[in-house]
Protein backbone atom coordinates (compact mmCIF):
# COMPACT_ATOMS: atom_id res chain seq x y z
CA UNK A 1 0.00 0.00 0.00
CA UNK A 2 0.79 3.82 -1.07
CA UNK A 3 0.29 5.98 1.96
CA UNK A 4 -1.47 9.20 0.84
CA UNK A 5 -2.73 12.18 3.20
CA UNK A 6 -6.07 12.45 3.73
CA UNK A 7 -8.11 15.56 2.44
CA UNK A 8 -7.91 18.12 5.25
CA UNK A 9 -5.49 18.77 7.97
CA UNK A 10 -7.56 17.25 10.58
CA UNK A 11 -9.10 14.06 8.43
CA UNK A 12 -7.40 10.62 9.31
CA UNK A 13 -4.48 9.35 7.50
CA UNK A 14 -6.06 6.78 4.43
CA UNK A 15 -4.51 4.34 2.30
CA UNK A 16 -5.05 3.66 -1.17
CA UNK A 17 -6.50 0.69 -1.77
CA UNK A 18 -5.68 -2.63 -4.11
CA UNK A 19 -8.21 -5.91 -5.28
CA UNK A 20 -6.13 -7.78 -2.49
CA UNK A 21 -7.04 -5.84 0.34
CA UNK A 22 -11.26 -6.45 -1.13
CA UNK A 23 -10.05 -10.13 -1.05
CA UNK A 24 -8.67 -9.62 2.43
CA UNK A 25 -11.47 -7.97 3.81
CA UNK A 26 -14.02 -10.47 2.54
CA UNK A 27 -11.59 -13.69 4.05
CA UNK A 28 -11.81 -12.36 7.85
CA UNK A 29 -15.85 -11.31 7.30
CA UNK A 30 -16.76 -14.47 6.35
CA UNK A 31 -14.28 -15.60 9.42
CA UNK A 32 -16.38 -13.24 11.75
CA UNK A 33 -19.27 -14.61 10.66
CA UNK A 34 -18.24 -18.39 10.82
CA UNK A 35 -17.26 -17.25 14.57
CA UNK A 36 -19.92 -15.48 15.66
CA UNK A 37 -22.85 -16.58 13.19
CA UNK A 38 -25.58 -15.80 15.46
CA UNK A 39 -24.77 -12.28 15.74
CA UNK A 40 -24.74 -11.92 11.82
CA UNK A 41 -28.46 -13.75 11.42
CA UNK A 42 -30.03 -11.86 14.57
CA UNK A 43 -28.96 -8.94 12.46
CA UNK A 44 -29.35 -9.40 8.90
CA UNK A 45 -33.13 -11.05 10.30
CA UNK A 46 -34.00 -7.30 10.57
CA UNK A 47 -33.99 -6.14 6.93
CA UNK A 48 -35.32 -10.28 5.61
CA UNK A 49 -38.09 -9.15 7.64
CA UNK A 50 -38.73 -5.88 6.04
CA UNK A 51 -38.17 -7.56 2.59
CA UNK A 52 -40.93 -9.91 3.43
CA UNK A 53 -43.07 -7.34 4.65
CA UNK A 54 -42.69 -5.18 1.38
CA UNK A 55 -43.44 -8.19 -1.02
CA UNK A 56 -46.15 -8.89 1.65
CA UNK A 57 -47.82 -5.45 1.52
CA UNK A 58 -47.75 -5.21 -1.92
CA UNK A 59 -48.80 -8.74 -3.31
CA UNK A 60 -51.02 -10.29 -0.74
CA UNK A 61 -52.61 -6.77 0.25
CA UNK A 62 -52.15 -4.95 -2.95
CA UNK A 63 -51.38 -1.73 -1.08
CA UNK A 64 -47.72 -0.83 -2.76
CA UNK A 65 -48.28 2.55 -0.88
CA UNK A 66 -47.12 0.16 2.68
CA UNK A 67 -43.97 0.20 0.95
CA UNK A 68 -42.80 3.69 1.80
CA UNK A 69 -42.79 3.89 5.30
CA UNK A 70 -41.59 0.15 5.20
CA UNK A 71 -38.38 1.38 2.98
CA UNK A 72 -37.88 4.24 4.86
CA UNK A 73 -37.43 2.22 7.83
CA UNK A 74 -34.21 1.00 6.11
CA UNK A 75 -32.27 4.30 6.15
CA UNK A 76 -32.75 5.44 9.94
CA UNK A 77 -32.31 1.68 11.12
CA UNK A 78 -29.35 0.89 9.23
CA UNK A 79 -26.69 2.47 10.29
CA UNK A 80 -27.49 0.98 13.75
CA UNK A 81 -27.45 -2.51 13.05
CA UNK A 82 -24.39 -1.63 10.61
CA UNK A 83 -22.44 -0.80 14.08
CA UNK A 84 -23.66 -4.89 15.82
CA UNK A 85 -21.58 -5.68 13.17
CA UNK A 86 -18.80 -3.71 13.27
CA UNK A 87 -18.52 -3.96 16.92
CA UNK A 88 -18.59 -7.98 16.71
CA UNK A 89 -15.31 -7.50 14.07
CA UNK A 90 -13.75 -5.18 16.38
CA UNK A 91 -14.01 -7.18 19.45
CA UNK A 92 -13.28 -10.55 17.57
CA UNK A 93 -10.33 -8.41 16.49
CA UNK A 94 -9.22 -7.37 19.56
CA UNK A 95 -9.65 -10.68 21.43
CA UNK A 96 -12.21 -9.50 23.41
CA UNK A 97 -15.94 -11.15 25.09
CA UNK A 98 -18.44 -11.14 23.01
CA UNK A 99 -21.26 -11.40 24.25
CA UNK A 100 -25.10 -9.79 23.62
CA UNK A 101 -25.16 -7.23 26.40
CA UNK A 102 -21.76 -5.97 25.24
CA UNK A 103 -22.72 -5.60 21.64
CA UNK A 104 -26.45 -4.47 21.95
CA UNK A 105 -25.22 -1.76 24.66
CA UNK A 106 -22.48 -0.46 22.13
CA UNK A 107 -25.87 0.18 19.88
CA UNK A 108 -27.41 1.83 22.21
CA UNK A 109 -24.47 4.20 22.92
CA UNK A 110 -24.47 5.71 19.05
CA UNK A 111 -27.76 7.22 19.93
CA UNK A 112 -25.60 10.15 21.93
CA UNK A 113 -22.82 10.04 19.40
CA UNK A 114 -22.52 11.11 15.29
CA UNK A 115 -24.80 7.75 13.80
CA UNK A 116 -28.18 9.51 14.03
CA UNK A 117 -26.33 12.39 12.27
CA UNK A 118 -24.99 10.01 9.54
CA UNK A 119 -28.39 8.46 9.25
CA UNK A 120 -30.21 11.97 8.84
CA UNK A 121 -28.10 12.15 5.57
CA UNK A 122 -28.95 8.69 4.47
CA UNK A 123 -32.66 9.74 5.13
CA UNK A 124 -32.29 12.94 3.45
CA UNK A 125 -31.18 10.97 0.69
CA UNK A 126 -33.55 8.52 0.59
CA UNK A 127 -36.70 11.06 0.54
CA UNK A 128 -34.90 13.08 -2.53
CA UNK A 129 -34.35 10.43 -4.31
CA UNK A 130 -38.02 9.51 -3.45
CA UNK A 131 -39.80 12.44 -4.97
CA UNK A 132 -37.14 12.47 -7.74
CA UNK A 133 -38.09 8.80 -8.76
CA UNK A 134 -41.72 10.08 -8.83
CA UNK A 135 -41.27 13.01 -10.94
CA UNK A 136 -39.16 11.11 -13.65
CA UNK A 137 -42.12 8.82 -13.11
CA UNK A 138 -44.76 11.47 -13.99
CA UNK A 139 -42.26 12.74 -16.64
CA UNK A 140 -42.66 9.62 -18.23
CA UNK A 141 -45.93 8.14 -17.99
CA UNK A 142 -47.74 10.99 -16.47
CA UNK A 143 -50.26 11.07 -19.59
CA UNK A 144 -50.47 7.67 -19.48
CA UNK A 145 -53.88 6.02 -19.03
CA UNK A 146 -53.96 5.20 -14.93
CA UNK A 147 -52.99 1.66 -14.44
CA UNK A 148 -51.96 -0.28 -11.46
CA UNK A 149 -48.11 -0.98 -11.77
CA UNK A 150 -48.40 -3.22 -9.01
CA UNK A 151 -50.62 -5.73 -11.01
CA UNK A 152 -50.16 -4.43 -14.85
CA UNK A 153 -46.51 -4.75 -15.62
CA UNK A 154 -47.31 -4.13 -19.66
CA UNK A 155 -47.06 -0.29 -19.17
CA UNK A 156 -43.06 -0.32 -18.44
CA UNK A 157 -42.53 -2.45 -21.91
CA UNK A 158 -43.97 0.61 -24.00
CA UNK A 159 -41.42 2.81 -25.57
CA UNK A 160 -42.06 5.21 -22.37
CA UNK A 161 -42.30 2.72 -19.81
CA UNK A 162 -38.30 1.60 -21.02
CA UNK A 163 -37.26 5.47 -21.42
CA UNK A 164 -38.56 5.84 -17.96
CA UNK A 165 -36.99 2.63 -16.29
CA UNK A 166 -33.66 3.68 -18.45
CA UNK A 167 -33.70 7.34 -16.92
CA UNK A 168 -34.86 6.18 -13.15
CA UNK A 169 -31.78 3.72 -13.26
CA UNK A 170 -29.13 6.12 -14.16
CA UNK A 171 -29.91 8.91 -11.77
CA UNK A 172 -30.52 6.07 -9.05
CA UNK A 173 -27.02 4.77 -10.03
CA UNK A 174 -25.66 8.25 -9.63
CA UNK A 175 -27.47 8.68 -6.05
CA UNK A 176 -26.12 5.22 -4.75
CA UNK A 177 -22.54 5.94 -5.68
CA UNK A 178 -22.72 9.40 -4.26
CA UNK A 179 -24.17 7.91 -0.98
CA UNK A 180 -21.66 5.07 -1.01
CA UNK A 181 -18.55 7.18 -1.80
CA UNK A 182 -19.71 9.22 1.63
CA UNK A 183 -20.44 6.05 4.01
CA UNK A 184 -18.18 3.06 2.60
CA UNK A 185 -15.91 3.62 5.82
CA UNK A 186 -17.85 6.38 7.65
CA UNK A 187 -19.96 4.60 9.41
CA UNK A 188 -16.95 2.19 10.91
CA UNK A 189 -15.01 5.28 11.46
CA UNK A 190 -18.03 6.43 13.74
CA UNK A 191 -18.38 3.51 15.87
CA UNK A 192 -14.14 3.01 16.43
CA UNK A 193 -13.22 7.41 16.81
CA UNK A 194 -14.61 10.19 17.79
CA UNK A 195 -14.48 12.54 14.86
CA UNK A 196 -17.71 13.91 13.86
CA UNK A 197 -19.53 12.70 10.64
CA UNK A 198 -18.72 15.67 8.35
CA UNK A 199 -15.02 14.54 8.70
CA UNK A 200 -15.55 10.41 8.31
CA UNK A 201 -17.93 11.56 5.15
CA UNK A 202 -15.44 13.18 3.51
CA UNK A 203 -12.86 10.76 4.27
CA UNK A 204 -15.15 8.57 2.45
CA UNK A 205 -15.44 9.94 -0.21
CA UNK A 206 -11.72 11.26 -0.27
CA UNK A 207 -10.97 7.12 -0.11
CA UNK A 208 -12.87 6.42 -3.45
CA UNK A 209 -11.26 9.39 -4.81
CA UNK A 210 -8.28 8.27 -4.12
CA UNK A 211 -8.76 4.53 -5.53
CA UNK A 212 -11.75 5.12 -7.53
CA UNK A 213 -11.45 2.02 -9.75
CA UNK A 214 -10.94 -0.10 -6.48
CA UNK A 215 -13.44 1.04 -4.19
CA UNK A 216 -16.32 1.75 -6.86
CA UNK A 217 -15.75 -2.29 -8.33
CA UNK A 218 -16.20 -2.98 -4.29
CA UNK A 219 -19.50 -0.75 -4.22
CA UNK A 220 -20.79 -3.09 -7.32
CA UNK A 221 -19.81 -6.25 -5.94
CA UNK A 222 -21.94 -5.20 -3.02
CA UNK A 223 -24.71 -4.31 -5.40
CA UNK A 224 -24.53 -7.36 -7.07
CA UNK A 225 -24.33 -9.79 -4.05
CA UNK A 226 -27.12 -8.25 -2.48
CA UNK A 227 -29.34 -8.59 -5.80
CA UNK A 228 -28.08 -12.26 -5.43
CA UNK A 229 -29.02 -12.16 -1.83
CA UNK A 230 -32.64 -10.88 -2.50
CA UNK A 231 -33.25 -13.40 -5.16
CA UNK A 232 -34.39 -16.82 -3.13
CA UNK A 233 -37.14 -14.68 -1.22
CA UNK A 234 -34.13 -12.63 0.64
CA UNK A 235 -32.85 -15.61 2.74
CA UNK A 236 -29.40 -15.20 1.10
CA UNK A 237 -29.36 -12.09 3.09
CA UNK A 238 -28.80 -13.99 5.76
CA UNK A 239 -25.19 -15.09 4.97
CA UNK A 240 -24.54 -11.98 2.34
CA UNK A 241 -25.48 -9.30 4.70
CA UNK A 242 -23.47 -10.18 7.63
CA UNK A 243 -20.32 -11.33 5.39
CA UNK A 244 -20.39 -7.68 4.03
CA UNK A 245 -20.94 -6.15 7.15
CA UNK A 246 -18.48 -8.27 9.11
CA UNK A 247 -15.78 -7.02 5.63
CA UNK A 248 -16.63 -3.54 5.41
CA UNK A 249 -15.38 -3.50 8.89
CA UNK A 250 -11.68 -5.25 7.66
CA UNK A 251 -11.66 -2.89 4.82
CA UNK A 252 -11.57 0.11 7.01
CA UNK A 253 -8.94 -1.06 9.39
CA UNK A 254 -7.03 -2.04 6.42
CA UNK A 255 -7.65 1.58 4.44
CA UNK A 256 -7.41 3.75 7.19
CA UNK A 257 -4.00 4.38 8.74
Known sequence: MTTTPAAGPAAPEILAVETSDLAYALRRGWQDFRTAPLYGLFFASVYVAGGWLIVWAMTTQGQIWWTLPASAGFPILGPFI??????????LEAGEALDWP????????????????????????????NFL???????????????????SLA??????????????????????????????????????????????ML??????????????????????????GMAPWFLGLFVVLPVLGHASWHLYRRTIA
Open 203 to 228: TSLDLVRTSPLVMLGWGAFIAVALFL
Open 133 to 151: SHMIFALFLGTATMTNVSS
Open 155 to 200: IFATPQGLTMLAVGTLVGAVFATVLYSLTVVALPMLLDREVDFVTA
Open 102 to 129: GVLKAIFRQKDRQIPSIAAVIVVFFLFW
Open 82 to 91: ACGLYEVSRR
